[in-house]
């Protein structure tokens, strides 16, 4: 344990304490927020550190005692002192090493979530409507807001494209490992002989930019309106207020007809394309910074094959992390979190790998 590092991130600590209460801080709500975010990080690493400064210091004590006193109950006493002790120290040296590996800074952030029909025709579009609902249950269970932007409905039910903004508490840290293929393997309601068929929907969870984060040239998207289509009654005949953004540089297209006005589409438009140019950006930065190390749970890229839903089985798997379920209609429903706890644990221990490397 580099116990100098952590002084050093002790006396961090207390000088973003003592910057926070500063009236020029205060006044400046984005140095603020940042401060404050840093703070809180600190404060688990510095209150870890002190927990196993403590644990060492009555360790050693008890080692003391156990070496000068002839007393055999107190010789056992001690003795029992340092198992304990010794084992506390083990669980704490192994959070710290969890709390020193650098956060993801888009983990807090708010999600667009896509999701694509691919190989399969219809049955394609039904699965990607499957796997809307999953995440939709997975946000109500988490206190999560889910509200589509855009999308196209598929031709038997379903859809061939769909766009969703999640908006709560550390959504991209808890969904960012969703993104990628998704197969699903079963008996098509169009299928008359009953034999199973394989499709598949990719699925991309980009971390919602802001202004701060990425600078969009208003110069360079064009602005389309028409007629939204769809449930809405007279008002989206007979109004253009769906939107659609091209960004002329890179030709990438946004459309949202979720809202009532014109303003409102284009505000959510706005916002998808602006984190869908951020994500590029931030996908070429790690290209940049980890060339040489292939995450155990893939790139996040939307072309790996991730996981297999297999209804005859009523079984799930993800093949990143080798685990499979058994439980499928409990997943579909939404109960996702077993393969996201695993999922960010063996994130984690690649880097941890990484670290003492």
Same mark, same amino acid.
């Given at each position: 344990m580099n116990t100098e590092k952590l002084e050093e991130l002790k006396r961090r600590f207390e000088q973003v304490g003592d910057l926070l209460v500063l009236p020029e801080t205060v006044a400046d709500m984005q140095r603020f927020s940042k401060l404050s975010k840093e703070y809180k990080d600190l404060e688990v690493i510095v209150?870890?550190?002190?927990?196993?400064?403590?644990?060492?210091?009555?360790?050693?004590?008890?080692?003391?005692?156990?070496?000068?006193?002839?007393?055999?109950?107190?010789?056992?006493?001690?003795?029992?002192?340092?198992?304990?002790?010794?084992?506390?120290?083990?669980?704490?040296?192994?959070?710290?090493?969890?709390?020193?590996?650098?956060?993801?800074?888009?983990?807090?952030?708010?999600?667009?979530?896509?999701?694509?029909?691919?190989?399969?025709?219809?049955?394609?579009? /039904?699965?990607?409507? !499957?796997?809307?609902?999953?995440?939709? *249950?997975?946000?109500?269970?988490? =206190?999560?807001?889910?509200?589509? &932007?855009?999308?196209?409905?598929?031709?038997?039910?379903?859809?061939?494209?769909?766009?969703?903004?999640?908006e709560g508490d550390e959504v991209y840290g808890k969904l960012k490992f969703e993104s990628g293929v998704h197969r699903v393997q079963r008996v098509p309601a169009t299928e008359s002989q009953g034999r199973v068929h394989t499709s598949a929907a990719s699925v991309a969870v980009l971390p919602?930019?802001?202004?701060?984060?990425?600078? /969009?040239?208003?110069? !360079?998207?064009?602005k389309d309106t028409? *007629?939204?289509?769809?449930?809405? =009654?007279?008002?989206?005949?007979? &109004?253009?207020?769906?939107?659609?953004?091209?960004?002329l540089p890179t030709n990438t297209v946004v459309e949202c007809q979720d809202g009532r006005s014109q303003h409102a589409n284009y505000d959510k438009a706005l916002k998808v394309l602006r984190s869908r140019l951020y994500e590029v950006e931030v996908r070429k930065q790690e290209s940049e910074i980890s060339a040489h190390r292939k995450s155990l749970v893939g790139s996040g890229d939307r072309s790996d094959k991730i996981r297999t839903y297999n209804w005859p089985q009523s079984r799930v798997t993800d093949h990143r992390i080798n685990k499979t379920v058994y439980n499928l209609d409990k997943v579909v429903d939404g109960e996702i979190e077993d393969f996201i706890d695993a999922l960010r644990i063996a994130d984690n221990a690649e880097k941890m790998k990484e670290g003492e490397a």
């Open positions: 209150n870890l550190y002190d927990a196993h400064t403590k644990a060492t210091t009555n360790l050693q004590g008890a080692k003391d005692l156990l070496s000068s006193e002839k007393d055999p109950e107190m010789r056992e006493m001690a003795k029992m002192e340092i198992d304990e002790l010794t084992e506390e120290l083990e669980k704490l040296e192994e959070d710290l090493k969890e709390a020193l590996i650098p956060k993801d800074p888009n983990d807090e952030k708010n999600v667009i979530l896509e999701i694509r029909a691919g190989a399969g025709g219809d049955e394609s579009s /039904l699965f990607a409507g !499957d796997l809307l609902r999953m995440y939709q *249950r997975y946000c109500d269970k988490q =206190g999560l807001r889910l509200s589509i &932007t855009e999308f196209v409905e598929g031709s038997a039910g379903g859809y061939n494209k769909i766009v969703a903004s999640i919602e930019a802001e202004e701060v984060d990425f600078e /969009l040239n208003m110069k !360079d998207i064009k028409y *007629r939204a289509s769809g449930a809405g =009654g007279q008002h989206v005949n007979k &109004t253009e207020s769906a939107v659609r953004l091209t960004h």
